[in-house]
């Protein structure tokens, strides 16, 4: 049982930037391979970043390549997404979610994590 917890969020100007922060608790942090993901009102859930279990693997979307970084501190059981040069496009509500598995590798879709938090809300003014 993995309880995962998004802060970080809020309202910026385009062009700004936010950290957003997954606190992690039960389970084993290290054995889990996490994701973030974004929804927008009227739209379905996709994909924003992942990040292995080792961090030797990290993905991040085509929309957000060169703007945003996963990564992740074990030590905190926290997982990061720095994001940089913000959008308006990228008004949406943010969550992070955690798949634990015996192997390396990320997962991109949603239905691949078991566990997923409350969200957190990012919007960008333009």
């Known amino acids: 049982q993995v309880q995962l917890v998004e802060s970080g969020g809020g309202l910026v100007q385009a062009g700004g930037s936010l950290r957003l922060s997954c606190a992690a608790s039960?389970?084993?942090?290290?054995?889990?391979?996490m994701g973030w993901f974004r929804q927008a009102p009227g739209k379905e859930r996709e994909f924003v970043a992942a990040?292995?279990?080792?961090?030797?693997?990290?993905s991040v979307a085509d929309s957000v390549k060169g703007r945003f970084t996963v990564s992740r501190d074990d030590l905190e059981k926290t997982v990061y997404l720095q994001m940089d040069n913000l959008k308006p496009e990228d008004t949406a509500v943010y969550y992070c979610?955690?798949?634990?598995?015996?192997?390396?590798?990320?997962?991109?879709?949603?239905?691949?994590?078991?566990?997923w938090g409350q969200g957190t809300q990012v919007t960008v003014s333009s």
């Open positions: 039960g389970g084993t942090f290290t054995k889990c391979a």
């Open positions: 990040i292995d279990r080792n961090s030797i693997s990290t």
């Open positions: 979610a955690a798949k634990e598995t015996m192997y390396g590798g990320f997962y991109v879709k949603p239905n691949s994590y078991t566990y």
